[in-house]
């Protein structure tokens, strides 16, 4: 048996325009999302976020769900088109659901961790520029400070904003999520605005003693496919564009030289960062949230790759302008959306978090994987996947923990299966399975073994799966 320590916060986590739906009640304006959701082509199937989950409306019903499961800690993302109206004023109403929302946890004894942002930009500040404008950071404080200062008294833990990383790279440079540009330049002056929008944010909770100050980011090791040079030195640079960007920037203060280098022809890019920004930007946290989803290996060589190793969907025009590709072993295991299952390196990353950034409290405010659930046809969803995939994962985090890494909570993606932005209703991530047609959830196999983790505060190594024989050791046996 593996035991976490004493009070340690299992949760679950999901974000505004993945599960509420409901998107023109109570005086809610359109984000980024729903726009760029309803522009054909965008999305699988020209799905959008319109309904969702319908947790606008059956949030009582989810709360219920959440205290079956045993929760100890919720996440979930505050809407800015819900909780000012287009001038900054306060829409009460909007703030009213999320005290509603706040309120019921604390009553099933669940702490509420509120992203402030997810993604979800009002469409009337994309239309001043968006993330490409610097305004839009002062804009987000803004947000922060009106909803912080509803709510401090129900909510007191704040994540400023959501994977800089995503948004910045994947919305301007790949153009796969909102607003679609493909502008390398451009996504490093976005991820500037976002991370100084984070920055002001921070500082305004503090100012108002609203609570503990973090914020969620995706962390993915990289390494080189072999010790050649030029694999070792793509892995350096992907991992500065991935990561240290990042990292570096909210706790050092800095960009990494070797990633301003690599950029620094490209406007408007670093051109964007004016004095005292980065001082803002790296404004003491109370906390770090981790979200963690896949390794990377990486190859600076082009041509045909050796054999046994193939290229994946994450390798982008960002790494191709890097020299670099991401590749996998052919035998390895990757989920429907084809990321590959690294629970290894999971230690690994917050091991060099404490190591090379912060030794504070650290907490999984991610992790998780997308499958095709199906229910068969005595209404079950059977996903074992999952269950394997949980289990190695807290096994790491447990790795981490031996090791000295203050991981205070986990709280793995999501709650329940949601709008997976660019890909839609495909793949599902939820511990609960949502019959989109109908609203009906029903807990999957995964469900009933996390409320088991929770009450139990630990797992049974190595797996919770019952090991099922192949034919060879079945004939073996038989
Ligand atoms: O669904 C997303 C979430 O919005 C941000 N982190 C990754 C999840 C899975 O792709």
């Known amino acids: 048996m593996i035991r976490f320590p004493e009070g340690f916060l299992w949760g679950a986590a999901t974000s505004a325009y993945q599960i509420e739906g409901a998107a023109s009640a109570d005086g809610r304006r359109p984000s980024v999302w729903d726009v760029f959701a309803h522009t054909p082509g965008k ?31 919720y996440r979930f993302s505050i809407a800015w088109t819900r909780t000012t109206h287009e001038d900054g004023r306060p829409n009460q109403r909007g703030l009213d659901f999320y005290r509603r929302l706040a309120e019921g946890l604390r009553d099933r004894g669940i702490v509420p961790f509120a992203t402030l ?30 909803v912080t200062g509803a709510l401090k008294d129900t909510v007191d833990h704040w994540m400023t904003i959501n994977e800089a990383y995503v ?24 991820a500037h605005h976002l991370l100084l929008g984070h920055g002001l944010s921070a500082q305004t909770i503090r100012e108002g003693n609203a609570g503990k100050v973090g914020l969620a980011t995706s962390l993915s090791p990289v390494h080189p496919m072999t010790q050649a040079p030029a694999d070792v030195a793509a892995a350096r640079l992907v991992d500065g564009v991935n990561n240290r960007l990042f990292l570096d920037a ?22 964007v960062v004016q004095d005292r920004d980065m001082e803002v930007i790296s404004t003491p946290l109370d906390f770090f949230g981790l979200n963690f989803y896949y ?16 290229e994946t969907p994450l390798s982008t025009p960002v790494e191709r302008d890097l020299g670099a590709r991401d590749v996998v072993r052919t035998d390895q295991e990757t989920t429907v959306m084809g990321w590959p299952i690294t629970p290894n390196v999971f230690t690994e990353i917050l ?20 499958l095709h659930d199906q229910v068969s046809p005595e209404g079950v969803v059977h996903d074992p996947e999952r269950i394997d995939f949980l289990t190695l994962h807290l096994n ?8 000295g890494v203050q ?20 793949p599902r991530f939820g511990l609960t399975y949502v019959d989109f047609g109908t609203q009906r959830r029903i807990p999957k196999t995964s469900f009933h073994w996390y409320r088991d983790v929770i009450a139990r505060n630990g797992l049974n190594p190595p797996l919770a799966r019952p090991h099922e024989p192949d034919q060879e050791e079945a004939k073996q046996h038989g």
């Open 407 to 426: 991981v205070k909570g986990y709280l793995t993606w999501s709650l329940m299966d949601n709008f997976e932005w660019a890909q839609g209703y495909g």
């Open 117 to 146: 942002y997810h993604f979800d930009l009002p469409q009337s500040v994309e239309d001043k520029g968006g993330w490409l404008n610097r305004d839009t950071a002062y804009r987000l404080a803004e947000h922060a400070q009106v």
């Open 396 to 403: 790491a985090i447990h790795n981490a923990i031996a090791e």
């Open 295 to 310: 390794g990377r290996t990486v190859t600076g060589t082009d041509g045909d790759l050796p054999s046994g190793w193939a």
């Open 351 to 370: 091991c060099r978090f404490k190591t090379d950034f912060a030794d504070i409290p650290v907490y999984i405010t991610e992790n998780g994987v997308s």
């Open 167 to 190: 948004e910045s790279f994947l919305g301007y440079a790949t153009g796969e999520l909102s607003p679609g540009h493909q502008d390398t330049g451009e996504a490093l002056a976005a």
């Open 250 to 271: 909210i706790f050092k203060g800095t960009y990494p030289t070797d990633v301003q280098e690599r950029y620094a022809d490209l406007r408007p890019g670093f051109t």
């Open 43 to 73: 999305t699988f199937h020209g799905q959008t976020g319109d309904i969702a989950c319908d947790h606008y409306r059956r949030w009582e019903q989810d709360l219920d769900l959440m205290a079956e499961l045993g929760l100890k800690a």
